[in-house]
Nanobody, 126 residues
Framework: QVELVESGGGLVQAGGSLRLSCAAS???????????MAWFRQAPGKERDFVAR????????VHEDSVKGRFTISRDFAKKTMYLQMNSLKPEDTGVYYC????????????????WGQGTQVTVSS
C-alpha cells in the first residue's frame, strides 16, 4: 500500500508563488523506483485535470501546456517527497491539488494512477 500526503496549499494573490509537497510512504520497504508520480487539480464544478508528472527514477517530467514556464515538478529521493513549485499564479489556478502515483507498468498500459492523496486547496485571488 502506498500513502500520499499533500501539504503547502493556501491563499495567495495573483502573481505570487506556492510550493506544494507530496510525502510518499509505502509498506514493507517498497520503493518508488519504477513509479510515475503526478499532480492533478480540480477547480470548483469541474473535472480533475492533469498538471504535471515525473518519472521517479529518471526524473524526466511533463507539464501541461497552461502551466509550462510557471510550474515545476520535482522530487527528492532521500525524502521520498515530490514537489510542485508554482510561480506567477493566476486566479484560474485555483482548485484542489492532488498528488498521484502509480507503477510505471500500470501507467504504460492504461494511463491510470493507482494511488491518490487527499488533496490540498490552492486559492489565488485577483
Amino acid at each position: 500500500q502506498v500513502e500520499l500526503v499533500e501539504s503547502g496549499g493556501g491563499l495567495v494573490q495573483a502573481g505570487g508563488s506556492l510550493r506544494l509537497s507530496c510525502a510518499a510512504s509505502a509498506a514493507s520497504g517498497r520503493t518508488f523506483n519504477h513509479f510515475i508520480m503526478a499532480w492533478f487539480r480540480q477547480a470548483p464544478g469541474k473535472e480533475r485535470d492533469f498538471v504535471a508528472r515525473i518519472n521517479w527514477s529518471g526524473g524526466s517530467s511533463v507539464h501541461e501546456d497552461s502551466v509550462k514556464g510557471r510550474f515545476t515538478i520535482s522530487r527528492d529521493f532521500a525524502k521520498k517527497t515530490m514537489y510542485l513549485q508554482m510561480n506567477s499564479l493566476k486566479p484560474e489556478d485555483t482548485g484542489v491539488y492532488y498528488c498521484a502515483a502509480t507503477p510505471y507498468s500500470t501507467y504504460s498500459q492504461s494511463g491510470q494512477y493507482d494511488y491518490w492523496g487527499q488533496g490540498t486547496q490552492v486559492t489565488v485571488s485577483s
